[in-house]
């Protein structure tokens, strides 16, 4: 398919997205509600396919500048658009939205083993020569394990799965060191016109700074005995408890992210984004004037088109169930439905707007210019004593990552949200 025809499909997924959130009502049961959120969910992974199409056959074609170089995008990249650490002279992996982070070459040698194999084998034994083979390799003296490079690489990819800024277009890049520092363009050269013989005008970019600091991230998941033991899926459970708690974190801190050591600083906390208030006490949302503005700030600034809009449930809610006068369902306009909306629980909805205290936010972006930069380690200690006296093993799962926005410009923070 060409990319017209897949924009066109893209519209047409939208649309009906929007109209499977709109059948839900009040008085549904429950499970009416879940088929409708499920023909919503199976349509939105759908235009997530054809995005990730779409950005393939461009990058075939005349390439993205935009873009870095991503893991399985080796050979069609132009050389000059590749990142190499100034220090260790050696190419940094950028792996964008569709790209893996595992290397499948590395995958072979732990063929079908999983993160959530090795931590039961931890305590129960290992399976096979794979789970025996990564448990020997990896254990410390401390009792703590360093999971294999190509297993860390398999759950980052889980992990990365389930995050929705990645989802949204984030690039994942990979720290060879605790910090990397990468270049960004503050603002652009403005050429001159000049007639026959006369000089040229002088105009150089402002270049800036971004450096990645691997900042630490731990959570800890505790289990027990029996239900390892005895449960068929209690090694999948745990690697999805581990890679969810992982994404929650990583939405919330690459979008909200204080700044302030050792959290890494988010979007809307990030100098030179824009921002669209919904007045000074906050307002609910009751048609498209507000969202049209947001996105006439991003064009006004020369910003790529959004690849999404993130924004809590409750919000995402509210602009499906719009109506006009007569109660029929109000249409978006089209450069609305261009924009994938996509709800996050990690979007808070009691921020303060004057005297309000339950406004909300909806974050737009062109989130490819957004990057989470990420060790390729994952460390996992398992406490043995600590909860022995109720038959429990505690897992403390350790990751070090850090989050950088490029251009601020491409990103618009729509305050003061509050319900109808």
């Given at each position: 398919?060409?990319?017209?025809?897949l924009?066109?499909?893209r519209?047409?997924?939208?649309?009906?997205?929007r109209a499977?959130?709109?059948?839900?009502?009040d008085d549904?049961?429950?499970?009416?509600?879940?088929?409708?959120?499920?023909?919503h969910?199976?349509?939105?992974?759908?235009?997530?396919?054809i995005?990730?199409?779409?950005?393939?056959?461009?990058?075939?074609?005349?390439?993205?500048p935009?873009?870095?170089?991503?893991?399985?995008?080796?050979?069609?990249e132009?050389?000059?658009?590749?990142w190499?650490?100034?220090?260790?002279n050696?190419?940094?992996?950028?792996v964008?939205k569709g790209?893996?982070?595992?290397?499948?070459?590395g995958?072979?040698?732990?063929?079908?083993?999983?993160?959530?194999?090795?931590?039961?084998?931890?305590?129960?034994?290992?399976?096979?020569?794979?789970?025996?083979?990564?448990?020997?390799?990896?254990?410390?003296?401390?009792?703590?394990?360093?999971?294999p490079?190509?297993?860390?690489?398999?759950?980052i990819?889980?992990?990365?799965?389930?995050?929705?800024?990645?989802?949204?277009?984030a690039?994942?890049?990979?720290?060879?060191?605790e910090?990397?520092?990468i270049?960004?363009?503050?603002?652009?050269?403005?050429?001159g016109w000049?007639?026959?013989?006369?000089?040229?005008?002088?105009?150089?970019?402002?270049?800036?700074?971004l450096?990645?600091?691997?900042?630490s991230?731990s959570?800890?998941?505790?289990?027990?005995?029996?239900?390892?033991?005895?449960?068929a899926?209690?090694?999948?459970?745990?690697e999805?408890?581990?890679?969810?708690?992982?994404?929650?974190?990583?939405?919330?801190?690459?979008?909200?992210g204080?700044?302030?050591?050792p959290e890494?600083?988010?979007?809307?906390?990030?100098?030179?984004?824009?921002?669209?208030?919904?007045?000074?006490?906050?307002?609910?949302?009751?048609?498209?004037?507000?969202?049209?503005?947001?996105?006439?700030?991003?064009e006004?600034?020369?910003?790529?088109?959004?690849?999404?809009?993130?924004?809590?449930?409750?919000?995402?809610?509210?602009?499906?169930?719009?109506?006009d006068?007569?109660g029929q369902?109000l249409?978006a306009?089209a450069?609305?439905?261009?924009?994938?909306?996509?709800?996050?629980s990690?979007?808070?909805?009691d921020?303060?707007q004057?005297?309000a205290?339950?406004a909300?936010?909806?974050?737009?972006?062109?989130?490819r210019e957004?990057?989470?930069?990420m060790?390729e380690?994952?460390?996992?200690?398992?406490?043995?004593?600590?909860?022995?006296?109720?038959?429990?093993?505690?897992?403390?799962?350790?990751?070090?990552?850090?989050?950088?926005?490029?251009?601020?410009?491409?990103?618009c923070?729509?305050?003061?949200?509050?319900?109808?």
């Amino acid at each position: 398919m060409t990319i017209e025809q897949l924009q066109r499909k893209r519209r047409d997924l939208i649309r009906q997205a929007r109209a499977a959130l709109r059948k839900i009502k009040d008085d549904m049961t429950e499970v009416e509600v879940r088929k409708a959120e499920r023909e919503h969910d199976d349509m939105m992974l759908q235009i997530d396919e054809i995005d990730a199409q779409i950005d393939d056959i461009e990058a075939r074609e005349d390439g993205d500048p935009r873009r870095p170089i991503g893991v399985n995008s080796c050979d069609r990249e132009p050389a000059e658009n590749r990142w190499f650490d100034t220090g260790t002279n050696k190419e940094v992996r950028v792996v964008g939205k569709g790209e893996r982070f595992a290397s499948q070459d590395g995958e072979r040698q732990y063929d079908g083993l999983t993160v959530g194999g090795v931590l039961r084998g931890m305590i129960l034994g290992p399976r096979g020569d794979a789970e025996r083979r990564a448990l020997s390799e990896g254990t410390d003296s401390a009792g703590g394990f360093t999971v294999p490079t190509p297993l860390a690489g398999q759950f980052i990819d889980l992990m990365r799965a389930r995050s929705h800024v990645m989802s949204a277009g984030a690039q994942t890049v990979q720290l060879g060191s605790e910090t990397l520092g990468i270049a960004k363009v503050a603002s652009d050269p403005v050429p001159g016109w000049r007639n026959e013989n006369a000089s040229i005008a002088e105009s150089d970019p402002t270049l800036s700074k971004l450096t990645f600091t691997a900042r630490s991230l731990s959570v800890l998941v505790k289990a027990s005995r029996e239900l390892l033991a005895d449960s068929a899926n209690a090694a999948a459970i745990l690697e999805r408890v581990f890679a969810q708690s992982f994404a929650n974190e990583v939405d919330r801190v690459a979008l909200l992210g204080t700044g302030t050591a050792p959290e890494p600083e988010g979007v809307v906390n990030v100098t030179g984004i824009n921002t669209v208030s919904m007045g000074t006490n906050g307002a609910a949302i009751t048609d498209y004037s507000e969202i049209l503005s947001a996105l006439q700030a991003l064009e006004d600034d020369n910003a790529e088109p959004p690849t999404a809009a993130i924004m809590a449930p409750r919000t995402k809610f509210a602009i499906a169930g719009l109506v006009d006068t007569t109660g029929q369902p109000l249409r978006a306009p089209a450069v609305v439905e261009a924009v994938p909306f996509r709800s996050s629980s990690k979007i808070p909805v009691d921020d303060d707007q004057g005297t309000a205290t339950n406004a909300s936010r909806i974050i737009f972006g062109d989130y490819r210019e957004l990057f989470v930069g990420m060790r390729e380690e994952l460390q996992i200690f398992m406490l043995r004593e600590r909860y022995a006296d109720t038959g429990q093993f505690a897992f403390v799962a350790h990751m070090r990552l850090d989050v950088q926005v490029a251009q601020p410009e491409a990103f618009c923070d729509l305050l003061g949200i509050i319900p109808a």
